[in-house]
Protein backbone atom coordinates (compact mmCIF):
# COMPACT_ATOMS: atom_id res chain seq x y z
CA UNK A 1 0.00 0.00 0.00
CA UNK A 2 0.86 3.50 -0.02
CA UNK A 3 -0.01 6.91 0.70
CA UNK A 4 -1.59 8.63 -2.07
CA UNK A 5 -1.60 11.87 -0.14
CA UNK A 6 1.85 11.53 0.48
CA UNK A 7 2.93 10.84 -3.06
CA UNK A 8 0.53 13.53 -4.35
CA UNK A 9 2.66 16.60 -2.20
CA UNK A 10 6.02 14.62 -3.22
CA UNK A 11 4.98 15.10 -6.71
CA UNK A 12 4.18 18.44 -6.58
CA UNK A 13 7.42 18.95 -4.57
CA UNK A 14 9.54 17.67 -7.93
CA UNK A 15 7.00 20.24 -10.02
CA UNK A 16 8.15 22.83 -8.10
CA UNK A 17 11.88 22.53 -8.80
CA UNK A 18 13.12 19.55 -5.67
CA UNK A 19 15.88 17.64 -7.04
CA UNK A 20 15.90 15.56 -3.56
CA UNK A 21 13.16 15.22 -1.27
CA UNK A 22 13.43 15.33 2.37
CA UNK A 23 11.76 12.67 4.56
CA UNK A 24 11.80 14.26 8.10
CA UNK A 25 10.72 12.08 10.96
CA UNK A 26 12.65 13.60 13.66
CA UNK A 27 10.09 15.48 15.50
CA UNK A 28 7.09 12.77 15.04
CA UNK A 29 7.33 8.91 14.02
CA UNK A 30 10.51 8.20 14.28
CA UNK A 31 10.00 4.78 13.52
CA UNK A 32 11.09 2.17 11.14
CA UNK A 33 8.11 1.02 9.69
CA UNK A 34 7.08 4.66 9.08
CA UNK A 35 10.33 5.69 7.42
CA UNK A 36 10.30 2.04 5.40
CA UNK A 37 6.56 3.00 4.25
CA UNK A 38 7.70 7.17 3.27
CA UNK A 39 10.39 6.02 1.46
CA UNK A 40 8.60 3.13 -0.71
CA UNK A 41 5.25 5.69 -1.41
CA UNK A 42 7.28 8.73 -2.66
CA UNK A 43 10.07 6.18 -4.98
CA UNK A 44 6.81 4.63 -6.53
CA UNK A 45 5.44 7.67 -7.41
CA UNK A 46 8.32 9.99 -8.11
CA UNK A 47 10.57 7.06 -10.20
CA UNK A 48 13.10 6.85 -7.22
CA UNK A 49 13.91 10.53 -7.08
CA UNK A 50 16.89 11.38 -4.26
CA UNK A 51 16.00 10.69 -0.34
CA UNK A 52 17.42 12.70 2.25
CA UNK A 53 16.56 10.54 5.45
CA UNK A 54 16.31 12.60 8.42
CA UNK A 55 15.87 10.75 11.82
CA UNK A 56 17.13 10.46 15.52
CA UNK A 57 16.87 6.85 15.67
CA UNK A 58 19.58 4.79 14.28
CA UNK A 59 17.27 1.81 13.22
CA UNK A 60 14.91 4.29 11.63
CA UNK A 61 17.87 5.68 9.16
CA UNK A 62 18.75 1.80 8.59
CA UNK A 63 15.49 0.94 7.51
CA UNK A 64 14.92 3.79 5.13
CA UNK A 65 18.34 2.81 3.92
CA UNK A 66 17.45 -0.53 3.30
CA UNK A 67 14.29 0.55 1.50
CA UNK A 68 15.98 3.27 -0.87
CA UNK A 69 16.67 2.37 -4.52
CA UNK A 70 19.07 5.11 -5.06
CA UNK A 71 21.51 5.93 -2.17
CA UNK A 72 19.81 8.59 -0.54
CA UNK A 73 21.52 11.72 1.81
CA UNK A 74 21.19 10.89 5.65
CA UNK A 75 20.59 14.19 7.61
CA UNK A 76 22.54 14.76 9.57
CA UNK A 77 25.26 13.34 11.74
CA UNK A 78 27.51 15.65 15.11
CA UNK A 79 30.25 15.13 16.62
CA UNK A 80 28.61 13.06 19.27
CA UNK A 81 30.64 10.13 19.41
CA UNK A 82 28.09 7.54 20.39
CA UNK A 83 26.29 8.34 16.92
CA UNK A 84 29.11 8.53 15.09
CA UNK A 85 30.40 4.89 16.01
CA UNK A 86 26.74 3.75 15.34
CA UNK A 87 25.75 5.10 12.21
CA UNK A 88 28.91 6.01 9.89
CA UNK A 89 29.95 2.89 8.95
CA UNK A 90 26.22 2.13 7.94
CA UNK A 91 26.03 5.06 5.75
CA UNK A 92 29.40 3.98 4.14
CA UNK A 93 28.11 0.55 3.33
CA UNK A 94 25.01 1.61 1.20
CA UNK A 95 26.59 4.39 -0.13
CA UNK A 96 24.60 7.38 1.04
CA UNK A 97 25.60 10.80 1.45
CA UNK A 98 25.92 12.66 4.36
CA UNK A 99 25.17 15.61 6.59
CA UNK A 100 27.47 16.95 9.05
CA UNK A 101 25.85 19.45 11.53
CA UNK A 102 28.20 21.52 13.40
CA UNK A 103 26.52 23.90 15.20
CA UNK A 104 24.64 22.78 18.25
CA UNK A 105 21.85 25.52 18.49
CA UNK A 106 22.34 25.54 22.99
CA UNK A 107 25.60 26.29 22.39
CA UNK A 108 26.54 27.85 19.28
CA UNK A 109 30.24 27.76 18.05
CA UNK A 110 32.00 30.87 16.54
CA UNK A 111 33.91 30.25 13.21
CA UNK A 112 37.15 28.83 14.36
CA UNK A 113 35.24 26.19 16.56
CA UNK A 114 33.02 25.23 13.58
CA UNK A 115 36.36 24.98 11.49
CA UNK A 116 37.59 22.35 14.33
CA UNK A 117 34.62 20.62 14.54
CA UNK A 118 33.75 20.28 10.79
CA UNK A 119 37.51 18.98 10.22
CA UNK A 120 37.18 16.61 13.27
CA UNK A 121 33.34 15.01 11.20
CA UNK A 122 34.97 14.96 7.63
CA UNK A 123 37.78 13.04 9.24
CA UNK A 124 35.85 10.62 10.88
CA UNK A 125 33.90 10.24 7.88
CA UNK A 126 36.45 10.07 5.54
CA UNK A 127 38.23 7.09 7.84
CA UNK A 128 34.97 4.64 7.19
CA UNK A 129 35.01 5.37 3.28
CA UNK A 130 32.60 8.23 2.17
CA UNK A 131 34.95 10.69 0.10
CA UNK A 132 34.63 14.65 0.63
CA UNK A 133 32.11 14.56 -2.83
CA UNK A 134 29.70 12.51 -0.89
CA UNK A 135 30.00 15.07 2.44
CA UNK A 136 27.88 18.50 3.15
CA UNK A 137 28.56 20.72 6.12
CA UNK A 138 25.53 22.60 7.84
CA UNK A 139 26.86 25.42 9.97
CA UNK A 140 23.45 25.48 11.31
CA UNK A 141 21.54 28.47 11.69
CA UNK A 142 19.80 29.96 14.48
CA UNK A 143 16.83 32.31 14.89
CA UNK A 144 18.18 35.76 13.40
CA UNK A 145 15.56 37.66 15.11
CA UNK A 146 17.15 37.18 18.11
CA UNK A 147 20.41 38.97 19.27
CA UNK A 148 22.48 35.97 19.53
CA UNK A 149 21.28 34.54 15.77
CA UNK A 150 22.85 37.59 14.48
CA UNK A 151 25.75 37.35 15.69
CA UNK A 152 25.99 34.10 14.78
CA UNK A 153 25.29 34.13 11.47
CA UNK A 154 28.39 36.40 11.13
CA UNK A 155 30.42 33.53 11.93
CA UNK A 156 28.66 31.19 9.43
CA UNK A 157 29.78 34.26 6.96
CA UNK A 158 33.07 34.09 8.17
CA UNK A 159 32.98 30.21 8.16
CA UNK A 160 31.57 29.87 4.59
CA UNK A 161 34.29 31.96 3.47
CA UNK A 162 36.75 29.80 4.74
CA UNK A 163 35.90 26.84 3.84
CA UNK A 164 36.57 26.19 0.32
CA UNK A 165 40.64 26.42 0.90
CA UNK A 166 39.93 24.06 4.09
CA UNK A 167 39.24 21.01 2.71
CA UNK A 168 40.94 19.35 -0.61
CA UNK A 169 38.98 17.60 -2.27
CA UNK A 170 36.45 20.42 -1.24
CA UNK A 171 33.33 19.80 0.30
CA UNK A 172 29.73 20.57 -0.16
CA UNK A 173 27.38 22.69 1.85
CA UNK A 174 23.81 22.97 2.64
CA UNK A 175 21.69 24.82 5.42
CA UNK A 176 17.93 25.00 6.20
CA UNK A 177 17.13 28.02 5.60
CA UNK A 178 13.82 28.10 7.42
CA UNK A 179 15.77 27.94 10.92
CA UNK A 180 17.15 31.23 10.37
CA UNK A 181 13.30 32.97 9.93
CA UNK A 182 12.05 31.13 12.54
CA UNK A 183 10.08 33.37 15.62
CA UNK A 184 9.53 36.11 12.53
CA UNK A 185 6.11 37.16 11.77
CA UNK A 186 4.47 34.62 8.98
CA UNK A 187 4.44 37.51 6.46
CA UNK A 188 7.92 38.36 7.03
CA UNK A 189 9.56 35.05 6.90
CA UNK A 190 9.72 34.73 3.05
CA UNK A 191 11.83 38.14 3.26
CA UNK A 192 13.86 36.59 6.00
CA UNK A 193 14.52 33.39 3.83
CA UNK A 194 15.37 34.74 0.37
CA UNK A 195 17.52 37.56 1.69
CA UNK A 196 20.14 34.71 3.63
CA UNK A 197 19.44 31.99 0.69
CA UNK A 198 21.20 35.17 -1.40
CA UNK A 199 23.94 35.68 0.84
CA UNK A 200 25.06 32.55 1.64
CA UNK A 201 24.62 31.62 -2.35
CA UNK A 202 27.59 34.39 -2.92
CA UNK A 203 29.71 32.70 -0.26
CA UNK A 204 29.12 29.25 -2.31
CA UNK A 205 26.25 27.53 -0.21
CA UNK A 206 25.86 24.02 -2.55
CA UNK A 207 22.63 23.32 -1.71
CA UNK A 208 19.52 23.99 0.61
CA UNK A 209 17.05 22.69 2.66
CA UNK A 210 13.98 25.04 1.50
CA UNK A 211 10.37 25.07 0.87
CA UNK A 212 9.97 24.51 -2.99
CA UNK A 213 6.65 25.36 -2.16
CA UNK A 214 6.37 28.93 -1.78
CA UNK A 215 6.57 30.69 -4.50
CA UNK A 216 9.42 33.56 -3.94
CA UNK A 217 11.36 30.99 -2.56
CA UNK A 218 11.69 29.38 -5.90
CA UNK A 219 11.78 32.78 -7.47
CA UNK A 220 14.89 33.36 -5.89
CA UNK A 221 16.44 30.27 -6.82
CA UNK A 222 16.16 30.61 -10.02
CA UNK A 223 17.23 34.47 -9.94
CA UNK A 224 20.47 32.67 -8.20
CA UNK A 225 20.91 30.29 -11.15
CA UNK A 226 20.29 33.04 -13.95
CA UNK A 227 22.92 35.03 -12.42
CA UNK A 228 25.70 31.43 -11.86
CA UNK A 229 24.84 31.40 -15.77
CA UNK A 230 22.95 27.99 -15.26
CA UNK A 231 19.86 29.67 -16.55
CA UNK A 232 18.93 31.50 -19.46
CA UNK A 233 17.20 34.36 -17.98
CA UNK A 234 13.64 34.74 -18.88
CA UNK A 235 10.80 36.47 -17.53
CA UNK A 236 9.23 33.72 -16.97
CA UNK A 237 11.43 31.87 -14.97
CA UNK A 238 10.60 34.47 -12.25
CA UNK A 239 6.65 34.98 -12.35
CA UNK A 240 4.93 33.91 -9.14
CA UNK A 241 1.97 32.75 -10.87
CA UNK A 242 3.71 29.64 -11.88
CA UNK A 243 4.49 28.29 -8.39
CA UNK A 244 0.42 28.09 -6.37
CA UNK A 245 1.19 29.18 -2.79
CA UNK A 246 1.10 26.76 -0.16
CA UNK A 247 2.72 26.10 2.91
Known amino acids: PADTSL ?18 LQQHYDRPEAMEFAVKSI ?5 NRQLCLSANNTETIEAGLKACKRPPLVNYVTVETSKLQAILPMIARYGAQVVLLITDPAEPSDAEQMMKKAAILVGAVNEVGIPNDDIFIDPGLIHVTH ?3 QRHFTQVIEFMHAVPEAF ?19 R ?9 LGMLSGLGLSSVFLNVLRPINMRMVRLIRILNNELVYSDDELELYRYPERR
Open 188 to 196: LRPVVETAI
Open 43 to 47: QQATK
Open 7 to 24: QDLALECVEAGADILEIN
Open 168 to 186: SPQVKTVCWISNGSADAPE
Open 147 to 149: DQG
